[in-house]
Structures are given as structure tokens and as C-alpha cells.
């Protein structure tokens, strides 16, 4: 890899892609510092070869895991920020998810009503459904996020992960059961992400697949389980910054554990 990243250190083209994806598997174990600065040379090097949808798409991505991790103020700001310098489709669909994880549920919808396209199948039953169930999860209406979601079942798994959004209906769909107390449900989700490493690859939600799996472990009263999937998210994030909320929310609910 280190050979790799030699050979395309200065390359147009291949230098901002292969900063994009150190910034996301640097996001991927929580190091967001790092990740946040490995984005900002990815959309510089892609500016100065007059990219302006890599550019956006790393910023947007950017605002995804930003929204992912608890980062609510900076997940909008970075969403917004991808739409200035390029508003073509991956690049709002990603922004549009963010936004619906940070609250900006408004926006989040807005957006996707201009994401729907006749002959797209995955933008129409995985990608805006996705970001329709987030919306329904953050306003507080879980059943009606499980709802939507279903139209994403039979292609959700098609997703892969330079889309931008793999397995992301699954990730909301696992989210909206914990929050209506249906951990076995849940399970069923997180564990059908952690079975498809080469689908999801170093997409945050991988990652967090791990405290989902723990948190509907904990709605199903089994402890020991539930520690072991806390312990492999802790394990995974044993480098990450300690101040991300999602983390911090995670180590005290294992405390809450022992």
C-alpha cells in the first residue's frame, strides 16, 4: 500500500483519490483529525486539476462521517460546502444523507426529491429511501422510517462502496429498530453489514456496526454478547480522537456494563 500511495503521491488524478480514501479509512477507525486534513489536501489537489465533482465528493463524504460520529454543526456546514462546489447527483445524495444524520431533516428531503430518476434503480430504492428513513429516524418516527425502507430490501445489497452509500438503508433500517426496542431485529441488520466487509470496505458505517450490533444486544438482556461487540467497536476506535461524541456515548454505555 505505502508503494502505491509512493507512486501516486503527485499524480493528477490518482493523488486526490488516493488522499480520499486514506481520509475515510482514517474515519473508519475514528481518527477524524486526521481524516478531516487528508480531505482537505484531496479536495485542494482535486481543485488544482479543475475537478470540481472529486472535490465535492470528498467534501461530502467528509460530511457523512462528520454526521455519523455526533458532529452535527460540522456535518452541515461540510454538506453545504459540497454543494457549492459541485451539485451533481453522488454529491448531493451523500449530502442529502448527511444532512438528514445531523438534523437538517428539511434539507435532507429537499434534496432528495431531486434524486429520483426513472431508470435508476439503486437512487430510487436504496439511496433516497435511505435518506427518507434517516429523516423519519431523527424526527422521531422509527416505524415510519422501517416502512420506507422496505422498497430497499431487494436492492440494498448492490450498493458498493465507491457509490458512496453502501449498505446505508440497512445501517438506518438496524437504527430505526433499536429505537423501537426491537434488538433482535436490529441484529439482524448490523450483522448483515458486518457480513459484507467487501461491500461496506472503509465506510464509517462499517465501523459502527459494531456499537449497533452491542446497543440491540443490550435491548435483548444479553450482556456478554453485548460486551464483546462493545469491546470489538472500542478495540477498532483504539486510536480514535477521544472527543467524537459517538465514541464518548459508547464507552459509557459499556461502563454501564460491567
Do not use: C
Amino acid at each position: 500500500m505505502a508503494e502505491q500511495v509512493a507512486w501516486a503521491t503527485g499524480k493528477p488524478g490518482w493523488n486526490e483519490a488516493f488522499l480520499g480514501l486514506e481520509a475515510n479509512t482514517a474515519a473508519y477507525s475514528g481518527r477524524l483529525v486526521q481524516a478531516r486534513a487528508l480531505t482537505r489536501r484531496a479536495i485542494v489537489s482535486a481543485q488544482r486539476n479543475q475537478d470540481k465533482a472529486g472535490a465535492a465528493s470528498y467534501q461530502a463524504v467528509a460530511s457523512l462521517y462528520e454526521a455519523l460520529f455526533g458532529n452535527a454543526v460540522e456535518a452541515r456546514k461540510s454538506a453545504a460546502a459540497a454543494l457549492v462546489l459541485y451539485a451533481g447527483r453522488e454529491v448531493q445524495s451523500v449530502a442529502a444523507l448527511a444532512s438528514a444524520f445531523a438534523g437538517d431533516t428539511a434539507r435532507a428531503e429537499a434534496l432528495a426529491a431531486d434524486l429520483e430518476f426513472p431508470e435508476d434503480t439503486l437512487q430510487n430504492f436504496h439511496i433516497v429511501p435511505a435518506i427518507r428513513g434517516t429523516a423519519e429516524v431523527i424526527r422521531g418516527n422509527p416505524l415510519e422510517a422501517i416502512e420506507i425502507l422496505q422498497s430497499a430490501t431487494p436492492y440494498e445489497l448492490g450498493a458498493e462502496a465507491d457509490s458512496g452509500l453502501p449498505l446505508y438503508a440497512v445501517f438506518v433500517r438496524g437504527e430505526a429498530y433499536l429505537a423501537t426496542h426491537q434488538g433482535s431485529a436490529a441484529e439482524v441488520e448490523f450483522q448483515k453489514i458486518l457480513s459484507h466487509p467487501g461491500i461496506v470496505m472503509n465506510n464509517p458505517n462499517g465501523a459502527l456496526a459494531h456499537l449497533g450490533l452491542a446497543r440491540a444486544y443490550v435491548l435483548q438482556g444479553d450482556t456478554a454478547k453485548a460486551k464483546a461487540a462493545y469491546q470489538d467497536f472500542l478495540t477498532l476506535w483504539k486510536d480514535a480522537d477521544p472527543d467524537i461524541p459517538i465514541l464518548v456515548a459508547a464507552k459509557s454505555e459499556y461502563a454501564k456494563l460491567k
